[in-house]
């Protein structure tokens, strides 16, 4: 596959090195961090190669290297006189491989013969703990070694370091999971975005969800993630479950983020709709209270996916307690009128933190949260019968909490949404993920799948976040209208869940067309034209780990 340097950048497998084009046609280089902007964390601009009076202009760029100018296999490695190549020599190193040049950059420059460290850490600096940052060289960020610019320390075998990029990604492109001819190109792509987006967070290689800014193990991205990662790597898959339960807290609630500074499992933060509403009603700033944050319980989802394609009865023993201790915390901690239906206390758990639901106040009640808690009962039960144990006790919550939500919330023709209490008429299709229960009435079931067929939510790329037939409608506004691949995912989940396959194949099959034919892996599209959305960023994890496996499932059962 070829990289473009803009959507898809020049980086790698564990590195926060991001080397990208800029609108002059040079190059530059930016490290990934928590929170920040790439434009923010910029480590060198302006590079330019040049050899013999003459610029050489990047003529392609790959995964394992980016090529200058001659040659059809990288540089001096093929001995191609001037051709010059970029590669990593290592996580925290770039180098450039190839006969006599120069390299030109914003503040400095550089003969190149053999190999040039363009980039790389300190001589001898393992850690920045104690280090004194000298003149040209990158501030130290928790655990991530300082960067320096410019030729330092001994120069690496320039073709060595070729030939092993090569083999590395090689090594990777092999464990794919097959895919239909149609979808190869975008598949590659997608498994490239999982690679480069594996970083070391706190000691541990953990999937995020872009370098652009997302650089983090998010709770219900690392669900997502797994789902992909477990058809090459399970054990990494497991992994990524891993750190999430090693940072839960006593109270059993499983925190939000777990980033470079430790992890996030509270907030006084609200988005923008809810502060200005709070202000308005409070006459001035409002008083920020402190909320705990985390993300819609989909963990014993994950772990059981993972352990249908790779069983661990290990795993299953080591994880059943964690997450029968998370369940536990969203009634005991998340249900604030004690109904028996847990509720979202801050937008970011839902992790639909700008959906239009959160316009009339920042605690609601969508249909997907208890779909999602019934479900991770029978997930529960499964491991429990798994490891021996008797999953009745699981099965007999999850069925009485289907009936509490049919009872309590379904309409006739529809689940409702409440926030504050107060029933909201936005419609989401957060309101057919019941189905995901695979325990509702065949009646109500089938409605479900009659209103998601039905022109609110049905078109040539279903499903939107926000129907397309309401008002708050928006194809470009993040969560009010955009396609995103986990919804979509989930309601294919649930379709099979509740017996109507044939949508779901159909609902899969729109899915991957639209993502082929979308022109990369966006965080989210806009359902009406099939491209990039808004501001969604590119090179997005879970949309780049949902469509490998449906893609693989489309492989499997055409």
């Known amino acids: 596959m070829m990289l473009d340097l803009r959507e898809r950048p020049f980086t790698d497998r564990g590195s926060r090195l991001v080397v990208m084009a800029a609108d002059d046609g040079s190059l530059q280089v930016a490290a990934a961090r928590y929170e920040t902007p790439l434009r923010d964390t910029t480590l060198l601009t302006g590079l330019r190669i040049f050899a013999d009076g003459r610029e050489l202009p990047v003529r392609r760029a790959l995964p394992d290297r980016v090529d200058f100018a001659a040659g059809d296999t990288g540089g001096a490695a093929a001995g191609l006189g001037d051709g010059v190549s970029m590669a990593f020599a290592g996580p925290d190193a770039i180098v450039l491989v190839g006969a006599a040049a120069r390299a030109v950059w914003d503040g400095g420059q550089a003969d190149l013969v053999g190999c040039l460290v363009l980039v790389g850490p300190p001589t001898g600096v393992d850690t920045p703990t104690g280090v004194d940052t000298p003149t040209g060289v990158d501030t130290p960020t928790a655990g991530r070694p300082p960067y320096v610019v410019g030729p330092g320390g001994p120069r690496p075998d320039g073709p060595a370091v070729l030939r092993a990029a090569e083999a590395r990604w090689r090594d990777w492109f092999a464990r794919m999971p097959a895919v239909p001819a149609d979808l190869r190109e975008r598949a590659e792509q997608a498994w490239w975005t999982l690679a480069v987006n594996l970083v070391t967070i706190r000691g541990r290689e953990s999937l995020i969800p872009s370098k652009y800014g997302y650089v983090g193990l998010w709770n219900w991205d690392s669900y997502f993630h797994a789902i992909a990662l477990r058809h090459a790597d399970p054990a990494l898959a497991r992994e990524q479950i891993r750190i999430l339960l090693d940072h839960q807290r006593p109270d059993g609630l499983i925190p939000d983020v777990v980033h470079d500074h430790g992890s996030l499992a509270e907030t006084t933060d609200l988005p923008r709709s809810d502060l200005a509403r709070l202000a308005q009603h409070v006459g001035g700033e409002p008083v920020r209270e402190v909320v705990p944050v985390t993300k819609p319980p989909l963990t014993a989802w994950a772990v059981w996916k993972i352990h249908e394609v790779d069983p661990d009865l290990d795993f299953l023993a080591e994880v059943y307690e964690p997450l029968a201790r998370s369940q536990a915390w969203w009634f005991a901690h998340s249900d604030p009128d004690g109904d028996g239906l847990a509720e979202y206390l801050h937008p970011y758990s839902s992790g639909l933190d700008d959906s239009p639901v959160w316009d009339a106040g920042p605690r609601a009640e969508p249909p997907d949260l208890n779909s999602y808690l019934a479900l991770q009962y029978d997930r529960l039960g499964d491991i429990a019968a798994a490891l021996g144990q008797d999953p009745a006790v699981r099965r007999a919550e999850a069925g009485a909490l289907v009936d509490l939500m049919v009872a309590r919330r379904w309409t006739g023709s529809r689940f409702v949404t409440l926030v504050g209490g107060r029933e909201t008429d936005v419609r989401t299709p957060l309101e057919l993920l019941p189905l995901l229960t695979g325990r509702l009435p065949a009646g109500i ?90 501001r969604a960023t590119s090179g997005f994890g879970w949309s780049a780990a949902l469509f490998v496996d449906l893609a693989h499932d489309a492989f499997l059962h055409p």
Do not use: K
């Open 445 to 534: 079931a089938d409605r479900l799948v009659a209103d998601l067929r039905s022109p609110s939510f049905w078109g040539e790329r279903p499903v939107p976040t926000v129907a397309f037939d309401d008002p708050r409608f928006d194809p470009d506004a993040m969560w009010r209208g955009p396609v995103w691949l986990n919804v979509n995912y989930l309601l294919i989940d649930g379709l099979r869940r509740s017996g109507h396959g044939e949508t779901a194949r159909e609902l899969r099959d729109r899915t991957l067309a639209m993502v082929r034919d979308g022109g990369g892996l966006y965080e989210y599209w806009n359902p009406l034209t099939g491209r990039r959305a808004g």
